[in-house]
């Protein structure tokens, strides 16, 4: 009668007990998934577990932070820049840019303003055959080789200003735009014939330097900047044609030369030739 007694209890009671250690195993926290989907899930969770286990270490993305004094040059350059469909937006990067950065094939326009870029070497440019605008203003180029620019042959805008350049580059020849302003240039720093192939040059601003002369300005210039230079004289030839009275350099609109030691009243002769007078000084 005992051994019933207590079959009779026992019996719901681990039955109760079973049920509600299965209730509690079944459940997840508010919002996860039901007891019915966990084998599933946690079968799912294992294989990707052990997937990720298989990868090689340089598929594993690394979200370790860069070595203190790294370089920009470290990373990839669609990481530290803007890179739309054409342009690279790299500008005040942090960490510093010091070199130009490897750019996506097919880029047009880059501006890489504001960095610590310090030369630019031939082969920096050598495979974007494709740029038709550089604008490198505000960094510490005191160097470049002569052949950096000379493969872009759609290159039509290129801005070096506020750099250190004592010397200029050979120039691509659709250039319509160049910007050395501020920079350290001497006359003996732009050869004779820099700007003489250059028959698509529209903007020349050269001011803020150390020029001692005028260089050589092709035919098509209309906006001239020569301000705050180191030039003392002019000649008949510098904007005219001494051998021909004829000559007009119509297409001159717009020369600045204030801020230079030359008295622009001393040569009447030198401007017969131009619609407007040069700013700058005349007493």
């Not at 005040?92 to 501006?111: C, F, G, N, Q």
Request: aromatic residues 8%; contains cysteine.
């Amino acid at each position: 009668m005992k051994v019933l007694f207590l079959t009779c209890m026992l019996v719901p009671w681990l039955v109760a007990a079973s049920a509600r250690r299965s209730d509690q195993d079944s459940q997840l926290i508010p919002g996860s998934l039901p007891g019915w989907q966990q084998n599933g899930y946690f079968s799912d969770h294992l294989k990707a577990r052990r997937a990720r286990r298989a990868l090689y270490p340089a598929d594993e993305p690394d979200d370790s932070p860069m070595p203190e004094g790294g370089d920009a040059s470290d990373l990839p350059t669609c990481l530290l820049c803007v890179c739309l469909t054409g342009s690279v937006y790299c500008e005040e990067v942090s960490p510093d840019m010091t070199t130009v950065p490897t750019l996506p094939k097919e880029t047009a326009y880059l501006y890489a303003r504001f960095n610590k870029i310090k030369k630019i070497s031939n082969k920096d440019f050598a495979d974007i055959l494709t740029l038709k605008r550089i604008d490198l203003t505000g960094n510490l180029i005191s160097e470049i080789e002569d052949g950096a620019f000379s493969k872009l042959t759609m290159l039509e805008q290129l801005s070096l200003a506020e750099n250190k350049l004592v010397k200029l580059p050979m120039l691509p020849p659709k250039l319509a735009i160049f910007n050395v302003n501020n920079n350290l240039l001497k006359t003996k720093g732009v050869k004779a014939n820099a700007f003489k192939k250059l028959t698509n040059l529209l903007n020349l601003y050269m001011g803020d330097n150390q020029l001692e002369a005028v260089p050589y300005i092709p035919e098509s210039v209309r906006i001239l900047h020569l301000q705050n230079n180191n030039i003392t004289e002019v000649t008949i030839n510098t904007f005219c044609r001494s051998n021909d009275t004829y000559y007009l350099r119509s297409s001159l609109s717009e020369v600045r030369m204030d801020g230079n030691p030359v008295v622009l009243s001393k040569y009447p002769d030198s401007f017969t030739c131009m619609n407007v007078l040069p700013i700058g000084r005349y007493r």
